[in-house]
């Protein structure tokens, strides 16, 4: 398995719009750590666990009658490249987690791959976060996936991420 895989071209260009030490690129690189998971979307499902161990859960038919919105953000890698502009379309976490209660400062993030990372609960509410499912109008491709579907969250103090 090779370290650096489909879309990553090197080193782009540097831009005043850019945060310190990040670069520009116009592909979309992928790193991947492990092979990418394909999950048939008919066994696809989204779950909300709180600390009580309270579920919820969506089917993909389910998830994908939800009220989606299209954001256009910024992503700034933390492998230093950086593609502006960058347009998605999604469920809001807001959407999602109107229903749950948790007492929670924290959110374990997992995904069918077994990529996991821990973000601020504040970080993802009041429309910073959505999972989405295309990209630049197109279904999100699957070397972008998480199992079916991305998590992008744009970040406080106006520094986007894609997780």
């Known amino acids: ?28 690189p992928v790193l991947s750590a492990g092979p990418t998971p394909h999950i048939d979307l008919d066994r696809w499902q989204f779950t909300i666990s709180t600390e009580t161990g309270n579920s919820r859960g969506w089917s993909w038919l389910d998830f994908s009658s939800l009220p989606s919105e299209e954001q256009t953000v910024d992503l700034h890698c933390v492998t230093r ?19 749950v209660d948790t007492a929670a400062d924290f959110v374990l993030v997992q995904s069918y791959g077994g990529y996991t990372t821990n973000l601020p ?14 990209y630049e109008g197109e279904p ?20 986007p991420a894609q997780v």
């Open 140 to 159: 999100l491709a699957a070397e972008h996936q998480a199992g079916g579907v991305s998590l992008a969250a744009e970040c406080p103090r106006g520094r």
């Open 1 to 28: 398995m090779a370290l650096v895989t489909r879309g990553f071209h090197g080193r782009g260009e540097s831009s005043v719009e850019l945060p310190p030490g990040q670069y520009l690129t116009r592909d979309f």
């Open 121 to 134: 609960l504040t970080d993802l509410l009041d429309g910073r976060a959505w999972i989405a499912y295309e």
């Open 81 to 99: 490249w950086s593609k502006l502009g960058t347009t998605w379309r999604g469920v809001s976490l807001d959407t999602l987690l109107t229903d």
